[in-house]
C-alpha cells in the first residue's frame, strides 16, 4: 500500500528516514557541518502545543552565528 504522502522511506548512515527529502536535508546538514556553517543538529525534536498537541520537528540546528532554525 503507498504512504499517505507517497513518500519513499530511505536509510542513511543507518539511520531510517522517512523520506527521501528528509535523507537529502540529513546529507546537506552533515556537509554544512563540515563546513563549518552548522555547530551541530539533532533529529525528531518533540514540541508540545496548545490543545497536547506534539509536533515532531525533523531537524534542530544551531547555525555557527548562533540562530537556531527548525
Known sequence: KPSKYRNQPTTVDGIRFQSLKEATR????????????????????????????????DFLVVWADGRVTV
Do not use: C, N, S
Open 26 to 57: 540529513y546529507r546537506e546538514l552533515l556537509l554544512l557541518k563540515v563546513a563549518g556553517h552548522v555547530k551541530w543538529f539533532t533529529m525528531q525534536v518533540p514540541f508540545r502545543l496548545d490543545g497536547g498537541t506534539i509536533y515532531r520537528a
